[in-house]
Nanobody, 115 residues
Framework: QVQLVESGGGLVQPGGSLRLSCVGSGSYFSIASMGWYRQAPGNQRELVATITSGSTTNYADFVKGRFTISRDNAKNTVYLQMNSLKPEDTAVYYC?????????WGKGTLVTVSS
Protein backbone atom coordinates (compact mmCIF):
# COMPACT_ATOMS: atom_id res chain seq x y z
CA GLN A 1 0.00 0.00 0.00
CA VAL A 2 1.28 3.45 -0.92
CA GLN A 3 -0.14 6.63 0.52
CA LEU A 4 0.41 9.96 -1.19
CA VAL A 5 -0.18 13.38 0.33
CA GLU A 6 -0.11 16.49 -1.81
CA SER A 7 0.45 20.03 -0.56
CA GLY A 8 1.29 23.48 -1.86
CA GLY A 9 -1.90 24.41 -3.65
CA GLY A 10 -3.66 27.72 -3.19
CA LEU A 11 -4.77 30.94 -4.82
CA VAL A 12 -2.28 32.72 -7.08
CA GLN A 13 -2.55 35.56 -9.55
CA PRO A 14 -2.00 35.02 -13.27
CA GLY A 15 1.72 35.00 -14.01
CA GLY A 16 2.54 33.79 -10.52
CA SER A 17 4.22 30.63 -9.30
CA LEU A 18 3.49 27.73 -6.97
CA ARG A 19 5.38 24.61 -5.99
CA LEU A 20 3.41 21.48 -5.28
CA SER A 21 4.83 18.65 -3.19
CA CYS A 22 3.77 15.04 -2.87
CA VAL A 23 5.13 12.89 -0.07
CA GLY A 24 4.79 9.14 -0.42
CA SER A 25 4.84 6.42 2.18
CA GLY A 26 6.39 3.02 1.75
CA SER A 27 9.79 1.73 0.76
CA TYR A 28 9.24 1.47 -3.00
CA PHE A 29 9.10 5.16 -3.81
CA SER A 30 12.40 5.29 -5.68
CA ILE A 31 11.53 2.49 -8.11
CA ALA A 32 8.20 3.92 -9.18
CA SER A 33 7.27 6.38 -11.84
CA MET A 34 5.63 9.46 -10.37
CA GLY A 35 3.29 11.87 -12.01
CA TRP A 36 1.11 14.92 -11.63
CA TYR A 37 -2.34 15.01 -13.15
CA ARG A 38 -5.06 17.61 -12.93
CA GLN A 39 -8.81 17.82 -13.19
CA ALA A 40 -10.76 20.99 -13.74
CA PRO A 41 -14.51 21.17 -13.02
CA GLY A 42 -16.44 19.42 -15.77
CA ASN A 43 -13.30 18.02 -17.35
CA GLN A 44 -11.59 14.66 -17.33
CA ARG A 45 -8.39 14.11 -15.40
CA GLU A 46 -5.40 14.85 -17.61
CA LEU A 47 -1.68 14.21 -17.43
CA VAL A 48 0.50 17.19 -16.53
CA ALA A 49 3.96 15.67 -16.09
CA THR A 50 5.68 12.41 -15.22
CA ILE A 51 9.11 11.40 -13.99
CA THR A 52 10.49 7.88 -14.13
CA SER A 53 12.63 6.13 -11.54
CA GLY A 54 15.60 7.16 -13.69
CA SER A 55 14.41 10.79 -13.66
CA THR A 56 13.34 10.91 -17.28
CA THR A 57 10.61 13.53 -17.55
CA ASN A 58 7.61 13.98 -19.80
CA TYR A 59 5.29 16.98 -20.03
CA ALA A 60 1.95 17.80 -21.54
CA ASP A 61 2.29 20.33 -24.33
CA PHE A 62 0.26 22.91 -22.45
CA VAL A 63 2.82 23.12 -19.60
CA LYS A 64 6.10 22.74 -21.48
CA GLY A 65 8.46 25.55 -20.59
CA ARG A 66 6.35 26.59 -17.60
CA PHE A 67 6.23 23.58 -15.24
CA THR A 68 9.06 21.40 -13.95
CA ILE A 69 8.70 18.02 -12.28
CA SER A 70 11.44 16.70 -10.01
CA ARG A 71 11.89 14.08 -7.31
CA ASP A 72 13.90 13.59 -4.15
CA ASN A 73 13.98 9.88 -3.39
CA ALA A 74 15.70 10.43 -0.04
CA LYS A 75 12.61 12.37 1.04
CA ASN A 76 10.06 10.20 -0.83
CA THR A 77 8.88 13.42 -2.45
CA VAL A 78 8.00 14.56 -5.93
CA TYR A 79 7.62 18.24 -6.79
CA LEU A 80 5.88 20.27 -9.44
CA GLN A 81 7.24 23.77 -9.90
CA MET A 82 4.64 25.83 -11.73
CA ASN A 83 5.59 29.18 -13.22
CA SER A 84 3.75 31.66 -15.45
CA LEU A 85 0.44 30.31 -14.23
CA LYS A 86 -2.69 30.96 -16.28
CA PRO A 87 -6.36 30.94 -15.27
CA GLU A 88 -6.79 27.77 -17.33
CA ASP A 89 -4.34 26.02 -15.00
CA THR A 90 -7.02 26.14 -12.29
CA ALA A 91 -7.73 22.57 -11.24
CA VAL A 92 -7.27 19.97 -8.55
CA TYR A 93 -3.78 18.53 -8.95
CA TYR A 94 -3.24 14.87 -8.13
CA CYS A 95 -0.07 12.95 -7.45
CA UNK A 96 0.29 9.46 -8.95
CA UNK A 97 2.55 6.51 -8.14
CA UNK A 98 2.86 3.80 -10.76
CA UNK A 99 4.82 0.56 -10.90
CA UNK A 100 3.73 -2.15 -13.33
CA UNK A 101 0.05 -2.89 -12.73
CA UNK A 102 0.01 -0.98 -9.43
CA UNK A 103 -1.32 2.54 -9.34
CA UNK A 104 -1.96 4.86 -6.41
CA TRP A 105 -3.40 8.37 -6.18
CA GLY A 106 -3.32 11.15 -3.65
CA LYS A 107 -6.44 13.10 -2.70
CA GLY A 108 -5.37 16.20 -4.57
CA THR A 109 -4.58 19.82 -3.89
CA LEU A 110 -6.53 22.73 -5.36
CA VAL A 111 -4.77 25.34 -7.46
CA THR A 112 -6.74 28.46 -8.32
CA VAL A 113 -5.29 31.04 -10.70
CA SER A 114 -7.29 34.23 -10.55
CA SER A 115 -6.90 37.96 -10.15
Amino acid sequence: QVQLVESGGGLVQPGGSLRLSCVGSGSYFSIASMGWYRQAPGNQRELVATITSGSTTNYADFVKGRFTISRDNAKNTVYLQMNSLKPEDTAVYYCNWARGPMNYWGKGTLVTVSS
